[in-house]
């Protein structure tokens, strides 16, 4: 392996601490498996870890993210635990070739299961609370010397309004807030229970939460219901994390520019995406780049449709204004799915390990 891309957390950790070491860190909580099959010439799946540490590792990452959780990043309502626990009790309710082959019956993206009190009680909450923590444990014996790996959890506030139905949920935060809090509480405990057995993993640097809380035109719901029902728990998680000498990093899209003070004040070390199609980095970081480290912010859209000389300039542009300083870790506006231009993708990748060596020299 190339020395310039040998994996070192020390790296990572020192832009988290607003610290120019030798290069800006590469930064994404996702990569689909057919970017990574494309990059290692061969076929990654999803269980395939010895691979995914190898592309994680040989593409320039400092750790790898492994998803430990009730929801998965990406395509949260086929690969996820939660996915599957609804299924089955769909099927036991409603048997039949129909129902299994009829994902509007089960998908949380087609319909919805908590709407008063009585659905509540009755949900599968111990089957849902049963987290796999099978890759995670198997990557502790594969990562090179250097590397860490970072728990993909969270979705406090996705999964309790996808498993309410975002209209009742809406209408519920109002006319009966202790159903909506109750759905939270059963939520978050299963999230942090999980705590316990990814902090007896050495290797585990990190808690990263993706909950996307905001549209493009601002929070999804009033910011003091943010604080009161969803911050109020990330708390937890984040004291936890730093109690236990970990990282709290948090993934949401949209524009959070209102939430960012109170994502600061319960205890944010790294925040991602930065949205590019609403949120401009270059005030974010001139408002918090000194109390929380940034990364991303190169357009989904643009590693999709544009072309190489876009992604150049734009990584060049992040790097110049956005890393000196250290606090930066260059990364996609979201991450790297499968419909992205794979030269796009390595466009990103090798501009930024080309042009990104401190200090930053680049006019």
Excluded at 166 to 194: C, G, H, P, T, W
Excluded at 283 to 302: A, F, P, T
Excluded at 333 to 354: I, Q
């Amino acid at each position: 392996m190339n020395a310039q891309i040998k994996p070192d957390f020390n790296r990572f950790l020192a832009a988290v601490n607003h610290k120019e070491t030798d290069r800006v860190p590469l930064g994404e909580i996702l990569i689909d498996y057919p970017i990574q099959s494309q990059f290692l010439k061969r076929e990654v799946d999803p269980d395939d870890m010895e691979s995914q540490v190898e592309f994680w590792s040989k593409a320039g990452y400092d750790y790898i993210p492994i998803t430990v959780g009730m929801m998965s990043p990406g395509k949260v309502t086929e690969e996820s635990k939660i996915t599957r626990v609804l299924k089955e009790m769909v099927m036991t309710d409603m048997p039949g070739i129909e129902t299994k082959n009829d994902p509007t019956k089960w998908n949380l993206e087609f319909t919805s299961f908590i709407h008063d009190r009585p659905d509540l009680n009755k949900f599968p909450w111990d089957a849902a609370g049963e987290i796999d923590f099978t890759k995670i444990l198997a990557v502790g014996k594969l990562l090179p010397e250097g590397m860490k790996a970072i728990a993909v959890s969270g979705k406090i506030f996705t999964l309790t309004w996808m498993l309410m139905g975002f209209n009742n949920f809406a209408l519920k935060l109002i006319m009966e807030e202790s159903l909506v809090a109750d759905v939270f509480e059963r939520v978050a405990e299963i999230q942090l229970k999980a705590l316990d057995q990814i902090f007896s993993m050495d290797y585990v640097a990190g808690v990263w939460v993706v909950d996307d809380l905001g549209f493009r035109t601002g929070p999804m719901i009033a910011p003091a219901a943010f604080k009161k029902h969803v911050f109020s728990w990330y708390k937890k998680v984040a004291d936890r994390c730093h109690d236990n000498n970990r990282l709290f990093l948090m993934h949401s899209d949209g524009d959070i520019t209102i939430l960012m003070p109170d994502l600061i004040d319960m205890g944010v070390d790294v925040i991602q995406p930065i949205d590019p199609t609403c949120m401009d980095i270059a005030k974010v970081k001139r408002l918090y780049g000194d109390r929380i480290c940034i990364v991303g912010n190169v357009s989904n859209e643009m590693l999709q449709i544009g072309s190489v000389e876009e992604i150049n300039f734009r990584v060049k542009e992040l790097l110049r204004t956005i890393a000196p300083g250290g606090g930066y870790c260059l990364g996609s506006g979201n991450s790297v799915p499968d419909w992205a231009k794979f030269e796009n993708y390595m466009a990103m990748r090798d501009t930024c390990l080309e042009y990104g060596a401190y200090p930053i020299a680049i006019k």
